[in-house]
């Protein structure tokens, strides 16, 4: 019944370091999402992706890159990694018409 | 630009209480979806409704129950006789017509005490 599945439930990484986050749904949903949720501030939009190989900044983009190569992948690239980038990471993918979003468990990141 | 607000940051309440938590939103959208989501403590996001922009017809599912009013561009969520099960964290959350957008409200942290 796994519908979005992130590749890690927790990292730590240092700082400058390259750092993937993967997430595969298996809903053939066009439609993905990455978040990063922090205290108080809720879940915030970095990057969205429509279709294989398109892509959207979000609300806070910068530091961040995404890749969509495959329909069902949708990965989330920090390319140096920073401390202020520490936090939950979410992806999401909704269905046509405004159905429901599925998420991830969730990649708990800390950044030493 | 979207916008969802969710003025209460937190709420405690005091079992079988009811308790609603507001939500209002912003968009320019003819069409639009909104969503509640519960984060428990646990940390995954379960999904717990859907309305769209042309139906403000009210829901109740059990002890939950939904008032959409697009006049004041709120859709508020009233648990009835809580209990402490329901303590989480609840996000509202809105979606354009083409879904290629969803934006969530900051989140009110409920506590049901015993």
């Known amino acids: 019944d796994v519908k979005v599945t992130q590749s890690s439930r927790y990292l730590v990484k240092r700082t400058g370091e390259k750092v993937f986050l993967e997430c595969v749904q298996d809903?053939?949903?066009?439609?993905m999402f990455w978040y990063r949720q922090d205290p108080g501030l809720g879940l915030r939009l970095i990057y969205f992706?429509?279709?294989?190989?398109?892509?959207e900044k979000g609300d806070i983009p910068e530091g961040y890159s995404v890749s969509r190569e495959k329909k069902e992948r949708f990965s989330l690239i920090l390319e140096s990694a920073s401390t202020n980038q520490t936090s939950m990471y979410l992806c999401a993918s909704p269905g046509q018409g405004g159905t429901e979003a599925f998420f991830g468990q969730g990649t708990r990141l800390t950044v030493v | 630009a979207q916008k969802v607000t969710q003025a209460q940051t937190e709420i405690s309440v005091v079992e079988k209480e009811d308790v609603t938590l507001d939500c209002v939103y912003e968009t320019r959208d003819t069409t639009y979806y909104l969503f509640w989501y519960k984060q428990p403590p646990s940390g995954e996001l379960v999904f717990l409704i859907r309305r769209n922009s042309f139906d403000e017809q009210n829901e109740i599912s059990g002890r939950y129950s939904w008032n959409f009013q697009k006049s004041t561009s709120s859709f508020n969520f009233t648990i009835t006789a809580s209990q402490v099960v329901d303590s989480a964290v609840y996000f509202c959350?809105?979606?354009?017509?083409?879904?290629?957008?969803?934006?969530f409200g900051s989140g009110t942290q409920l506590t049901v005490l015993p």
């Open positions: 809903m053939d949903h066009e439609n």
């Open positions: 959350a809105l979606a354009p017509g083409s879904a290629r957008q969803l934006t």
């Open positions: 992706s429509y279709d294989v190989k398109m892509k």
